[in-house]
């Protein structure tokens, strides 16, 4: 559905992009993923024919972004940072005639306005001018535009960003079930790390221009950051032995508590125990810390995507276990 090879643009000394190799097939859902500046949109915009490539081939369904940009547009939704729809028309209207600009007939687009505004949750409020919407009812406005003409290839350029949580899961999980339903290919940016590993089942992540990770979130995860699991014992004393107990692991102890990195880690944790109690140890607490893609990020580069305000706030996933 889509391929790059090399794609690379420069601004003058920036190299926003900087030699990206991409393969998207047909049906999937894919997030790039990186902190501010990274590349993300300037990606985006090549690949919707917006900008031209400083070197490098981009082919989107089937065909070429530089040599045949007007074959790209009409098989593909762009949904950029801005809004789309204008303030003084009715959302249906707004739908309408971006349906004509596409060259469809005023009943087609008449037609696929009203599926539309049916599928997205948009019955409400797309009688409504566009100015007296919600953020996120206008964000799924802004998607509706870009499905108008039904493309195999949607691409979003932060669809959630500026929305509430509420309505960033209620995009969230309209864009899931439009993907369901017609089985539109997806490429979205973002920067919230829980965007894309809930919805994504392949994160790019891209940084200065370039991939630094390309699979699905369970898998980066798994490989390069691992669950950590962490026991609690009454004295420093059953701490030390405890770790006696579990070595051959990869693991640290201090004070009372004994730290392992593993894979699988909730599943590991039954097995360490009864070790444990074995030797007369009983653990008195136990924790499975497990990794975010920010975790990812941060073994392959050094630094948080949650710096400079990157990405929100978010914790890892904590599953406490009593004992
Ligand atoms: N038109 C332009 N002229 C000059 N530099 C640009 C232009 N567009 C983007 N850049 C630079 O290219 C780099 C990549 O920007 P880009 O917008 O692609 O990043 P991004 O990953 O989408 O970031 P964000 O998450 O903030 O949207 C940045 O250093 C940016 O300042």
Known sequence: MMETRGLTKHFKDVRAVDGIDLTVARGELVALLGPNGAGKSTTLRMLTTLIPPTSGTASVAGFDVVRQQRQVRQRIGYIGQG????????????????????????????????????????????????????????????????????????????????????????????????????????????HYLDEADSMAERVIVIDHGRVIADDSPARLKAEHVGDTILFGFDSEHEAARAAGVLRGRELNAYGKEVKIRTQGGPRQVPGMLEDLRSAGLPAASVEVTRPTLDDVFLQLTGRSLREGGAGREEESTRELVEV
């Open 83 to 190: 809004n789309g729809a204008g303030h003084s028309q009715r959302g249906r209207d707004e739908l309408t005639s971006q349906g004509r600009a596409y060259g469809m007939s005023v009943r087609a687009a008449r037609q696929r306005a009203t599926e539309l505004i049916e599928s997205l949750g948009l019955a409400e409020v797309a009688d409504r001018t566009v100015a007296t919407l919600s953020g996120g009812q206008r964000r799924r406005l802004d998607i509706a535009m870009g499905l108008i003409h039904a493309p195999d290839l949607l691409f979003l350029d932060e669809p959630s960003t500026g929305l509430d949580p509420q309505n960033r899961a209620n995009l969230q999980e309209h864009i899931l079930r439009l993907r369901a339903e017609h089985g539109t290919t997806i490429v979205l940016t973002t």
